[in-house]
């Protein structure tokens, strides 16, 4: 076999990216729909790759058939923005000729309960939570899809 010293150099010039896998992406679901339960909340958790595909879902017994839908589209939203979907909510309410971020995809949810799963400062996926009577509460289970992964936690900027 003969091999060609350019294609070599064009390898080593590919991005790395890391990828969530798939133990952890179930891990960080599971530990989100357990806080909740804790709580008394009823919810779904979702958990995307980088690129926004769920690797994750669960839902808890008896949380609505919406949540399964409300956490994929935070999740996704939180991973393809790069942000806490409760901060793009608040930014989105303070300056209104933004709102087509809203309108991106069909995709797309901007209400808190979304956080994007930093490891090191780059983001490889999102996790979003759906069903809990109030956004900051889907966010809080959101937090501990993060903090069992040991991901870098969002803080909100002021």
């Given at each position: 076999?003969?091999?060609?010293?350019?294609?070599?150099?064009?390898?080593?010039?590919?991005?790395?990216?890391?990828?969530?896998?798939?133990?952890?992406?179930?891990?960080?679901?599971l530990?989100?729909?357990?806080h909740?339960?804790?709580?008394?909340?009823?919810?779904?958790?979702?958990?995307?790759?980088?690129?926004?595909?769920?690797?994750?879902?669960?839902?808890?017994?008896?949380?609505?058939?919406?949540?399964?839908?409300?956490?994929?589209?935070k999740?996704?939203?939180?991973?393809?923005?790069?942000?806490?979907?409760?901060?793009?909510a608040?930014?989105?309410?303070?300056?209104?000729?933004?709102?087509?971020?809203?309108?991106?995809n069909?995709?797309i949810?901007?209400?808190?309960?979304?956080?994007?799963?930093?490891?090191?400062?780059?983001?490889?996926?999102?996790i979003?939570?759906?069903?809990?009577?109030g956004?900051?509460?889907?966010?809080?289970?959101?937090?501990?899809?993060?903090?069992?992964?040991?991901?870098?936690?969002?803080?909100?900027?002021?």
């Amino acid at each position: 076999m003969i091999i060609n010293p350019d294609r070599l150099v064009l390898a080593e010039e590919l991005p790395q990216q890391s990828v969530l896998p798939l133990e952890l992406a179930n891990k960080a679901a599971l530990a989100a729909v357990k806080h909740c339960k804790k709580e008394g909340y009823r919810v779904s958790a979702t958990v995307v790759d980088g690129a926004g595909v769920i690797k994750a879902l669960l839902r808890a017994d008896g949380a609505g058939a919406h949540t399964v839908d409300s956490s994929q589209r935070k999740a996704y939203t939180a991973a393809s923005l790069r942000e806490s979907t409760q901060k793009l909510a608040l930014l989105i309410a303070r300056k209104p000729e933004i709102q087509a971020l809203r309108d991106m995809n069909e995709s797309i949810l901007i209400l808190g309960g979304g956080l994007p799963i930093k490891i090191e400062g780059e983001v490889i996926g999102g996790i979003g939570v759906g069903g809990a009577p109030g956004a900051a509460l889907d966010e809080n289970c959101a937090r501990a899809g993060l903090e069992i992964l040991g991901a870098d936690l969002y803080q909100e900027k002021n």
